[in-house]
């Protein structure tokens, strides 16, 4: 019954010679690549603005107000950033036209433990990256119909199994279902940037009534004394960096395409840099067209209100979460007054569907990753086996319990997951553009020194971030990986640890085959029925002097057993152990450590017979005591046990 | 780990050659066996009054208070009730000196049916009795520690897993254990009654506030007008027998001597009989005295009021549970006033402590039947297996379990659980004194026509009392029982069609030993290491023929092994099996299935090598793919599987 419901959710099992691998034009490659990267669009300015909004609040005093307008300053420092960082990664396309991920290019150019560093926050990245994207579509989703919002949790995990069973299935990644959403949030959220800026120079109407309460008299919340003297000095400066540090989700992503290299058709490393090229800009334009309007319109993203005081409520210093995303406000203010208001629900549904989709690109990274660190022994190996429809099962569903498990932690908010996110990113892109850096040195190809400075300002420019980050976000969540990253490497180590261990004691070098070893069989005969008569069989076709035992725990059945056995035992001979506790196991286990304790060398080999009854529910009525003696006995060095089921229908006429 | 958790819990194990029986003095053996029948004297009474306080609370009428007095008239009712039943039940003691429960003497004089009958009945009353005794202990502790209420579902659950572990560590029956609470609650109930009557006769104070707002205004609730006809003529009618059947309770547990007569000292009989009779003649007394303490005092139990209105709150149509029983009532109005207040707490105690060991006694009768009715072949084999401390464990906890369902199903409300008791005790005591009119009727002994007119009034008034019960008790819950009943008969046949078939199938009757069965043997090389040699030595000890096969997933693998075979194969022949699915469990079960088509009398030996690492998380790191395919092979007749470890370290140097 589970494997035909498994069948019905996962389909019929494909065979290994079907699978291939299709080369993607630069137009579709740019699609499958570029959802994660653009999907962050939707949130990157919205945490700025509500890390901006936090010195509002904690200054109590209106003309504060104008810290909003860091958004702009902030936006263009992250642009920069955005393009050293893209540079950067062109020439690790080029350098690794198989395909350069943080693991393999810190593990080839910085030792396999600095690699196990990035594997470790490329892990943790993969996890978030599902969990912020499925929250941030969440919110996309709460926004535009507020009867879905006060359940998150909920949406949040069914949209995560919905994601993990379409990749279960291994559904193809078939140009056409990246292009459609991928391009339709491009060109629609080039329309709103477009259009709002049109709206906005030419004085048409922009209003939306929910922000109006809380744009005025945003700083009016209620602050204890020893909470206000943060926005004083470096308080303030503190606060602005931890706004950089929350818009530097927008890089997140922008890594793929120096993964994929191979799926590109020839020249594969040529086309990538090209595709990645326009990636850059299109993300580029969007973050900046966003921002920009965000700064021109002074569009907020809509917070919670305290019943009845209007003012926005706080929560352990924190702001809460807001009920109507940036992007949904901006979408409103432009559209609302214009010839087509159902345009937003067009803004609305395109960036619920980019961000499944960047989850979606997680779910094809994170199996890939484990299959690989599984094949250099750093993961369980289950994670390098594929499952029926060629897809790393074990990898898919670990990915959906922990993004499931981190949602359900935070409660499905964005800002909170956001916090945990890009420490980790930055960490990886640092260990990557550092590897590339020694890949230089060591290859001293033409020209090798101009790239290895581009790697350098590269891996300077995303450690200060990282340690911005970290510093800013440490209270917040980045300090839950800071914590992990390292733990993860220590688990991953000791994984390698072991296999290499087991591979040693499994090794056939210097093996010797064992002479003269001594066979005990042994035969259970818990009482004289049919079910037993297989055993018996067995046991003298095993050996000429097998041994019958008998564990005495009813009086009448083991006086049955005495009389009956000459009828069927053709000589053999039977031992009767005593059980004064009435356990089945411990005198046979004690007789099998005596045996062994007298010859260390020799060969135990105890049959159990067993009757096995037709059917779920006759199991039930049954003991299955002989089961629990093999369990026991399978850990007992030197010892086989050779189950003998007897099978009986569960009525017979 | 999980053993010695249980070690500490349970204990050490007991050998089986200690279990004894102590022969019981009638002064240990009325406190023994009368616990769980004078326990009930601290509800019925107040299920009475609760159900006549409906008929008040219906009539919306300040007149029909005067309903509450017919608690005296049903109380006598009652009385005779249970002088009739007791009558008849001291000659199933004469007649069944080696016991004489329901089912037993069902059994035999009604036939294996009937006795189905009264053992499914006995089954739900034992899990019942739990039930009812531990919520009737809370509401006892809650009216004296109003801290307390709130959590009556986590209070009674730790307090049935108490008791249950005290009865899986089988504390000795002592009598003195049962002496003290049962005699301490006899005389401070007679204390009670008594002091209470004193102060009332004598005009002394026996005022309690928590009284007097639902005294007068009782009926004040409003009603919806199709609610208030309710209490005309028939209706009252039904609500008085309503009364009597809740008010019947007081009868429970008055079966337990007859049970366990063989537990007297000698002339058991002579002895069991005395002890009955005193035991009906205390329950009769403090029955009545209650009864009638109530009645001349108006006490009721306190009800929850409605807050701010201060009326008596409905929930559909029925009063809500207590806050506070009513010998919590009786005896706050009896000693509150008194030189000694403190007797209130002396009362609460002993009505708690003699509602626990009440349910301690199921734990006794309900593992008893259990394996009488397993030893019957009509219940599973497992209630019969005695534990390590000579109880039977698996009875035990099925009636904790079932028992806590019924607790948290219900609310933890002594009421509402109430209505399902009383209609199985009934059924019981029917199908009981019915087999003893048969048994006279068979039996013909000097003066059996007396004896059997005594216990056909026995058995008519119980039947009588039980349809009663069955039709006023019908919505409230008893319909549950009396589905549950002929289900629960159903389902004990089936069992016992299942055991008489597997023996019949397992029987040596006409066994005739097969000749010449072929015997292929079939060892699994999954690659080439240390653990796959101990499988191959086996294979080849046990046939000449064995044949080696190898399961084709991983390529690298396939290689590896054909091109090393030869170096360790001496000559046996390998199979390669494709498995285009990638499974190993699909291609080895086909292969095998081949076989057995092509011979079905043959026997297939499957040897499947596993190397099993020490300790826990190792274990988690390899695949055990193994047992995976050792249970699918099992369930095919005439396959045997063979499973040889290998053991390794989880790290060596």
Redesign the interface.
Known sequence: MALSLKRVLIGT?????RAHHERLPKTTALAVFASDALSSTAYATQEIMLALMLTVAFAADPSTLQNLDKVLPIGLAIVVLLLIVATSYRQTVYAYPQGGGAYLVAKENLGQKTGLVAAAALLIDYVLTVAVSIAAGVAALTSAFPALRGHPVEIACAAIAFVALLNLRGAKESGTAFAIPTYSFVASMTFLIGYGLFRHFNGLPMEYAPLTPQLGPLPSVTLAPEEVHQTMGWALVFLVMRAFASGCTALTGIEAISDGVPAFKKPEAKNAAITLGWMALILCSLFIGITYLTFATKAQPILPLDPGTNIVALHHGHLEEPTETLVSVLAHMTFDASPFPWFYFVIQGATTLILILAANTAFADFPRLSSILAKDRFM???FQ??G?RLVFNNGILALAVLAGLLIWAFGGSTTRLIALYAVGVFTSFTLSQAGMVVHWFKKRTPRWQLAALVNAVGACATCVVAIIIGVTKFTSGAWMVIVAVPLLVWVLHS?H???A????????EG?R?AQG?R?HVLVLVPD????V??AL??AR??SNDARAIHVSIDPTRESRVKE?WTL?SRGMPLTLLPS????LVDPVVDYVNELRARDPQC?V?VVIPE???RGWW?K????HAGIALAVRL??I?G??????????????K
């Open positions: 099992p494909v065979a290994t010679d369980p190996r289950q086996s594929i029926d994984i640890r072991h296999y261990s087991v591979s040693k004691q499994l090794s056939m093996y085959p070893v066979q004289i029925h049919r079910g008569i297989p069989q067995l076709t095993m009956r069927y004064p506790f009435r356990s060969q080999i009757f096995e009854p006759p039930l009525l049954h003991g399978h850990f060095p010892v086989v046990v050779v189950n003998v089921p007897y099978h009986i229908e569960a009525f017979v």
